[in-house]
């Protein structure tokens, strides 16, 4: 259990960077000229899609110290 806390926390830590875009919204912002819209669309679906698993993997730690306490008493 203790090895895939470790990782968990180390796959969350070290983030590789993802291209999230889907395939017609990378043809339309490739045809501009500067890339900012096109990184920060990217950057936008990226955290639109990590909060879920963030609040998911934190309601699993808050219901998994809620049993564990139950045992011990």
Known sequence: MKRKII???FSLLFVIKTNAQC???RAVLESESGQTTAEGI???IVYL???PY???AGLGYFIYRK???KKSN
Do not use: T
Request: proline share 0%.
């Open 67 to 69: 049993y564990s306490s």
């Open 42 to 44: 990217n950057d936008g």
């Open 7 to 9: 990782f968990f926390l």
């Open 23 to 25: 395939a017609m919204c």
């Open 54 to 56: 963030i609040l998911v």
């Open 49 to 51: 899609m990590a909060i």
